[in-house]
């Protein structure tokens, strides 16, 4: 019945830590939409997408709506005129398709910014902002009104999707934003730069890993309970 016990508080801690990361997740979300004050205005290049995908605006992005097999996710994030002088943490948004950074007095953009941004298929930039990746990561570019527009990002990868020179022997290359790539072993293959043949020992890394996971959790629920009492 002990045992019973445990294992049920274990399980209970593994809930609670996945809700206080998702919540946490949801938040940083959030706090992207809210960089400057107002919304999405309709006739805006964000607004139009927003329309046209049937999305929801809430602050400066736009949401897909909510269903069960698609959960929601930002798809459109305006930051237009919010007097941005750099443009650091946006992974909240890297599902978006489109980005308008116009009308800010930006410096710089540093080129690591959108790294994982492998939605992102339009950006609308300050005039004398290069785009992230620089020009050969985009379908096209050109200057138009004042602003930079980067349009179509580019697959740095080889276009067969197979083993490429960018990678590692054994790995595969798939894109991870404008102008990164990221590699993944290919089947059969682990370890370091791919070297090791057959399947990853997941039980042996991840066994002990997971069991001393439920030690600790179960000591410091012990404690945690022996100090309330003494209260």
Known sequence: M?????????VVLVLIFNLCFYASYQVSELQVCELCGGTILNDTTV???????????DGRCCWTNDNTSDPKHIIGLDLSNCSLTHVEDLQAASTALMIDLSLNPIVNISDSAFQGFTELNYMILPQDIVCPGGNTSWQKVEVKEGNRLCEGQKDTCNQ????SI????????????????????AD?????????????PALQVFGPLG??????????????????KSL
């Open 2 to 10: 002990k045992a019973g016990c445990s294992q049920l508080k274990s």
């Open 47 to 57: 607004g139009k997408l927003c329309s046209s995908s049937a999305g929801r605006v």
């Open 188 to 200: 059969n293959y682990h370890g370091y730069k791919c070297l090791r043949e057959g399947e990853f």
């Open 211 to 228: 069991a001393s996971t439920v030690v600790i959790s179960i000591l410091l629920w012990v404690t945690q309970r022996r100090k309330a």
């Open 166 to 185: 960018n990678c590692p022997e054994n790995s595969l290359c798939a894109p991870y934003g404008p102008g990164f790539f990221e590699c993944s072993c």
């Open 160 to 163: 067969t999707g197979q083993l």
